[in-house]
């Protein structure tokens, strides 16, 4: 079955600070994409970053960067200089060749000014 | 510009009603999804669409049943709604699973009474 967890209900860093939020997934498929999104309080959903699972190289978009690990089937994101306008809720993904979206259960960031 | 509209925002039914939560997508996307968020589960997948007339059961579909008549359009339907459905329900669509861009629909609150 195709599962995402997150083990993280929630997480505080403090401002300027690098804060890590974890991801495992398990499918049995060899081909998939993995997405982590932010939800604001406003409930719209954010792409925040991106990777394709066949490429070897940690995606990364400005501050926000991935650490996949394709044999231990995980995938974390790291915030470096984290902002006020961070704080929300972070959700992990995994989409596979079949179509199918699954996401996980998500990790509310909470940033200290 | 809109992309993915979900129809109602807020719907308050009584136990037993039939509802019908709608959304439709401009982009000519052949994936459609239905989730609900619930506080500390996530998004869960209630079922998606890979193409019309086509679907298959995410991983709670018990209460639910979807309809996609037209590419562009996938209703989500509780044939009895119960307390237990009250919850925040999510529509997103996406071109194919090559993982390009997922787009959200606003959200649907629904409350049960």
């Not at chain 1, 998939?32 to 970053?49: A, E, G, N």
């Not at chain 1, 400005?62 to 972070?90: C, E, H, P, T």
């Not at chain 2, 209460?63 to 529509?91: D, H």
Request: hydrophobic share 30%; charged share 25%; with cysteine.
């Amino acid at each position: 079955a195709q599962t995402v967890t997150q083990s993280q209900p929630e997480m505080s860093v403090q401002e300027a600070e690098t804060v890590t939020l974890s991801c495992t997934y398990d499918t049995s498929e060899s081909d998939y994409y993995l997405f982590w999104y932010k939800q604001p309080p406003s409930r719209q959903m954010i792409l925040v970053i991106r990777q394709e699972a066949y490429k070897q190289q940690n995606a990364t978009e400005n501050r926000f960067s991935v650490n996949f690990q394709k044999a231990a089937k995980s995938f974390s994101l790291k915030i470096s200089d984290s902002q006020l306008g961070d704080a929300a809720m972070y959700f992990c993904a995994d989409l596979t060749r079949g179509g199918k979206l699954i996401f996980g259960q998500g990790t509310e960031l909470s940033v200290k000014p | 510009d809109v992309k993915v509209t979900q129809s109602s925002r807020y719907l308050v039914k009584r136990t037993g009603e039939k509802v019908f939560l709608e959304c439709v997508q401009d982009m000519d996307h052949e994936n459609m999804f239905w989730y609900r968020q619930d506080p500390g589960l996530g998004l869960r997948l209630i079922y998606f669409s890979y193409d019309v007339k086509m679907k298959e059961k995410g991983d709670i579909p018990e209460g639910y049943s979807v309809s996609r008549e037209k590419k562009e359009r996938f209703s989500l339907i509780l044939e009895s709604a119960s307390t237990n459905q009250t919850s925040m329900y999510l529509c997103a669509s996406t071109e194919t699973s090559t993982g390009n861009t997922i787009y959200f629909g606003e959200g649907s609150w629904l409350t049960v009474v």
